[in-house]
């Protein structure tokens, strides 16, 4: 959202939390943790092959990496261990350092490894007193990632037109949770949001600090929160950027802020008429919309074909609208130009001309229609469905979409749709992250943020009376960046390479007309 900014604010806000620990190390109460917080990092080169472009980068910019040895489940410590991944640029300023800071940039199942480069640019001067700590949380990135072995980016598809192919969506949906269950059944329930946070005090004892600042942007501010609950006295400088209130933290989290995208993408749309020159969309903005529309509708009817087969996409209306909400989410004039440009591709597809897809479209149906992300959907559904609860009933979310699609056509469907989690095999073990401890904390927000809404950090900053509100006012901006696919940013190596058929449409390639 407004991360350059706000990053260089950091070094400005010192927070005071309650008194710390009289050590680096856990209190004597979690005497069966002091192995890990006791051991020492080996640190080494973060490059892992000559392919891993980010390890090269972390390497240029002077960063090392290390592994850490945690509790898989922190109620048995003395039991099965993982691994999660740091990297650390070192403070420079050693006469005014201030300690380490700890980044997340959000998802959940969005890995932060490479968070310092960003941060570093960011902080400016600031950055030299700080050592900058990248962390994949467990199961992202490189600290074992979770992978089911999914086709599609599930949690972010839309609702499809009718009840017959929403049905089969709701089997869909139920052989991912199947998938996962089979693969990875015994860790689900310990993939969750405390656990994160308990890593995080690992990692701070391990790196021999009495407090760690953090910077979490989006689901970001939802761990941080968490870890200010969980750990009080071990934080120092806390910034939450794009916040989420706790209580409405949830795998339904785009439920009832439908009005939220819907005016992002109405903002869009007059942006791309006044360019109807370029992309032929619409002359207004109320036109672009109708034939945004219009094209999610003749993708109900036929599956619309961008590309030639056999390795054409077939575009169902379930991904029509994904692509609307993903674009939306960013309001500067290259993301509104990727946006529309890809719409004008469908678009002309729906009126069955012969498309090809641009590169960004390209990257977005790889993204939604293929596997090529299928570790940062299945870490992200997995701490969504190990955090919280959803409805185990279709028909609850069949009748909310069907309430919401009068009045937000394309928003409405997509924020309502069946998930994975309504067929989860484990309940949550834990409640919900609550706040009872007041942190000083400074939060940021834009008063237009199409993902995390402004609400949302007025009423954390209600319940932390000793925090600051940073209000960007008129911005539509969401942080992290962007993808083209709006999931996440992702470094994942693809688990699937063919293309999978719509969840809605039929199988096969059709035949062009």
């Known amino acids: 959202m407004v991360g350059t900014a706000l990053a260089a604010c950091l070094a400005l806000v010192p927070t005071t939390g309650l008194p710390a620990p009289a050590h680096g190390g856990p209190p004597a109460a979690t005497s069966e943790l002091a192995r890990f917080y006791d051991q020492r990092p080996q640190w080494k080169s973060c490059v892992l092959g000559p392919d891993d472009e980010d390890g090269r980068r ?12 945690v509790p898989l489940d922190y109620a048995r410590p003395t039991g099965r261990t993982i691994t999660v991944a740091l990297s650390r640029i070192r403070a420079t300023d050693t006469a005014h350092r201030v300690g380490p800071i700890v ?36 199961f992202v990135g490189r600290s074992i990632p979770l992978d089911c072995g999914w086709p599609v980016c599930s949690a972010l598809v839309s609702a499809c037109m009718t009840l017959a192919s929403f049905d089969r969506q709701v089997a869909h949906q139920k052989d991912l949770a199947r998938r996962c269950s089979t693969r990875h059944g015994a860790v689900l329930p310990r993939v969750t949001t405390r656990h994160t946070a308990r890593d995080m005090d690992v990692v701070r004892g391990v790196l021999g600090e009495r407090k760690i600042s953090y910077l979490g942007y989006s689901y970001g501010t939802y761990l941080g929160t968490a870890y200010t609950q969980m750990f009080p006295g071990r934080y120092d400088r806390v910034v939450l950027d794009g916040a989420i209130d706790p209580r409405e933290y949830r795998l339904r989290l785009l439920s009832g802020r439908e009005k939220i995208g819907d005016r992002a993408l109405r903002a869009w749309a007059e942006w791309t008429a006044r360019r109807h020159a370029t992309y032929g969309l619409g002359t207004s903005g109320p036109r672009v919309l109708r034939t945004v529309e219009r094209t999610a509708r003749a993708a109900a009817v ?45 678009a002309r597809a729906a009126r069955g001309e012969r498309v090809e ?25 997995a701490i969504l469905c190990g955090d919280g609860t959803v409805p185990h009933d279709p028909e609850v979310y069949w009748r ?25 095999p484990d309940l949550p073990r834990e409640a919900p992250v609550r ?57 994942a190596t693809p688990a699937w390479t063919t293309r999978s058929t719509p969840t809605c449409g039929r199988s096969g390639c059709p035949a062009r007309t």
Request: hydrophobic content about 40%.
């Open 58 to 69: 972390l390497e240029k910019a002077g960063a090392q990496c290390a592994d850490i040895t």
């Open 103 to 138: 980044f997340n940039d959000g998802g959940p199942g969005g890995p932060s490894l490479t968070s310092p480069l960003a941060a570093r640019t960011a902080m400016r001067d600031n950055a030299a007193r700080y050592d900058l700590i990248g962390l994949d949380p467990r």
């Open 302 to 346: 036929r599956p619309l074909v961008v590309g030639s087969c056999p390795d054409a996409y077939w575009v169902d209306d379930a991904t029509v609208p994904m692509i609307a909400f993903a674009g939306a989410a960013d309001d500067r004039d290259p993301a509104r130009h990727a946006l529309a440009g890809q719409l004008s591709v469908l």
């Open 357 to 381: 897809p641009t590169p960004d479209l390209v990257e977005m149906l790889d993204f939604a229609l293929t596997g090529k992300q299928s570790r940062y959907g299945s870490a992200q559904v």
């Open 435 to 491: 706040v009872e401890r007041d942190v000083p904390a400074l939060i940021v927000a834009a008063t237009g943020d199409p993902r995390t809404s402004y609400q949302d950090s007025k009423a954390l900053r209600g319940m932390l009376p000793s925090s600051r509100l940073l209000t960007l006012a008129g911005a539509n901006h969401h942080w992290p960046e962007p993808t083209t696919t709006g999931c996440s940013a992702s470094t």
């Open 400 to 424: 909310d979409i069907q309430r919401s699609r009068d009045r937000y056509p394309l928003m409405g469907p997509m924020a309502n749709n069946v998930n994975p989690c309504t067929f989860w």
